[in-house]
């Protein structure tokens, strides 16, 4: 089971998504919480808001009108530290968006915007509290998901309020947004969250976002899914790797269904395609190593060339891992084959893909 991990903070006001869920290496969830806010009539027509995250304090300014010329400041009492921002014209649902860092201790600020309105200068300011957030973290204890009732079991390192739940199902839509309530449950104590999978539907991806009381809180997407196909009985030319027409109908086929799968779940989980190379034991094993990498690529190739436009790795194990058992020098049809998967992440530990190292296709 894969998983992308994400730490967020912030008070306990709520959490907006602002990304698309399952993109390893990027967002999971909005990692932003909405701490503070105000609106003012007086001498400018807009409203701001601030999210704060562990890295980031995030302003944003709306207007329901023209605004022009517009400076933003942002000071701390006590000190001589200012951020100054500006923006020459602000349209009615546009937004002028600013950030500064999170400060590591907490302090007084004030927010000043100046502006032109109908021809006339105006100015609005407000004062708010900021300081570090304390990042809460948890970690994944157990879980069974295989089944109707699927669960896990999480820890916490602070107290436990709620764990926020999305599960994704792999016909590509959401199929549960629930809150299970700990109600303050000690720091360490297992957490355990379960829900009813839907007949005919398989677990594509879960989301968690587990809140402490203190209203920190930290998100995680885990992506049990995968779909491995494997064709055999390849017919390469000896020491070739090209793709013979009598395989070309075949692998065609699978392309079609490889690319209807990944267009089906590509909203929610970040889609890759993994091809494996293996060869019978005719020859040296370090040639058929390479000749099977040489192979695995002309099949991730031809995929390609079928409308198959998610990025596509390769590896050859030539004769390392055998579908049937032979001596040396036994040539073997079944053992002429190729194994593809989708899925979120690299197959590592796989007993039928015994490596890591994937090489892209350009």
Same mark, same amino acid.
């Given at each position: 089971?894969?998983?992308?991990?994400?730490?967020?903070?912030?008070?306990?006001?709520?959490?907006? %998504?602002?990304?698309?869920?399952? *993109?390893? =290496?990027?967002?999971?969830?909005?990692?932003?919480?909405? $701490?503070?806010?105000?609106?003012?009539?007086?001498?400018?027509?807009?409203?701001?808001?601030?999210?704060?995250?562990?890295?980031? $304090?995030?302003?944003?300014?709306?207007?329901?009108?023209?605004?022009?010329?517009?400076?933003?400041?942002?000071?701390? &009492?006590?000190?001589?530290?200012?951020?100054?921002?500006?923006?020459?014209?602000?349209?009615?649902?546009?937004?002028?968006?600013? &950030?500064?860092?999170?400060?590591?201790?907490?302090?007084?600020?004030?927010?000043?915007?100046?502006?032109?309105?109908?021809?006339?200068?105006?100015? +609005?300011?407000? %004062?708010?509290?900021?300081? /570090?957030?304390?990042?809460?973290?948890?970690?994944?204890?157990?879980?069974?998901?295989?089944?109707?009732?699927?669960?896990?079991?999480? !820890?916490? !390192?602070?107290?436990?309020?709620?764990?926020?739940?999305? *599960?994704?199902?792999?016909?590509?839509?959401?199929?549960?947004?629930?809150?299970?309530?700990?109600?303050?449950?000690?720091?360490?104590?297992?957490?355990? *969250?379960?829900?009813?999978?839907? /007949?005919?539907?398989?677990?594509?991806?879960?989301?968690?976002?587990?809140? &402490?009381?203190?209203?920190?809180?930290?998100?995680?997407?885990?992506? /049990?899914?995968?779909? %491995?196909?494997?064709?055999?009985?390849?017919?390469?030319?000896?020491?070739?790797?090209?793709?013979?027409?009598?395989?070309?109908?075949?692998?065609?086929?699978?392309?079609?269904?490889?690319?209807? +799968?990944?267009?089906? +779940?590509?909203?929610?989980?970040?889609?890759?395609?993994?091809?494996?190379?293996?060869? %019978?034991?005719?020859?040296?094993?370090?040639?058929?190593?390479?000749?099977?990498?040489?192979?695995?690529?002309?099949? =991730?190739?031809?995929?390609?060339?079928?409308?198959?436009?998610?990025?596509?790795?390769?590896?050859?194990?030539?004769?390392?891992?055998?579908?049937?058992?032979?001596?040396?020098?036994?040539?073997?049809?079944?053992?002429?084959?190729?194994?593809? !998967?989708?899925?979120?992440?690299?197959?590592?530990?796989?007993?039928?893909?015994?490596?890591?190292?994937?090489?892209?296709?350009?």
């Amino acid at each position: 089971m894969e998983t992308v991990v994400v730490s967020c903070a912030g008070l306990r006001r709520g959490f907006a %998504d602002r990304g698309r869920l399952g *993109v390893l =290496g990027a967002l999971v969830f909005a990692c932003a919480i909405s $701490v503070a806010g105000a609106a003012s009539a007086d001498g400018l027509p807009l409203g701001w808001s601030f999210d704060q995250t562990d890295n980031e $304090v995030r302003f944003t300014v709306t207007t329901e009108y023209l605004l022009e010329d517009l400076e933003a400041e942002v000071r701390r &009492s006590g000190s001589s530290r200012r951020w100054r921002f500006s923006e020459s014209r602000l349209r009615p649902g546009e937004a002028f968006e600013f &950030s500064i860092p999170t400060p590591d201790s907490h302090g007084e600020y004030t927010l000043t915007i100046s502006g032109e309105y109908e021809g006339e200068d105006g100015e +609005v300011s407000a %004062d708010f509290e900021l300081g /570090p957030v304390d990042v809460v973290e948890f970690e994944m204890q157990s879980y069974a998901l295989e089944g109707a009732n699927p669960s896990f079991v999480i !820890t916490m !390192t602070q107290p436990a309020d709620r764990v926020e739940l999305r *599960v994704i199902g792999d016909n590509g839509e959401v199929i549960l947004e629930r809150a299970t309530p700990f109600s303050g449950a000690d720091a360490g104590s297992p957490l355990r *969250v379960g829900w009813s999978q839907p /007949p005919g539907i398989g677990l594509l991806a879960f989301d968690v976002r587990a809140y &402490s009381t203190s209203g920190s809180y930290n998100s995680r997407q885990y992506v /049990p899914w995968h779909l %491995d196909g494997e064709v055999r009985d390849l017919n390469f030319e000896f020491g070739s790797a090209e793709i013979q027409e009598s395989d070309r109908a075949r692998l065609r086929e699978a392309a079609r269904q490889l690319t209807e +799968v990944a267009s089906r +779940v590509d909203e929610w989980i970040d889609v890759k395609l993994y091809v494996a190379g293996y060869t %019978d034991t005719v020859g040296a094993a370090s040639s058929n190593r390479r000749l099977s990498q040489q192979r695995a690529r002309s099949i =991730g190739e031809f995929m390609r060339g079928e409308g198959f436009r998610w990025p596509i790795f390769y590896q050859g194990f030539g004769e390392a891992v055998l579908a049937e058992e032979t001596a040396d020098g036994v040539e073997n049809a079944e053992n002429r084959r190729a194994i593809y !998967t989708i899925r979120h992440a690299a197959p590592d530990g796989d007993p039928s893909m015994p490596g890591s190292n994937w090489h892209a296709l350009r």
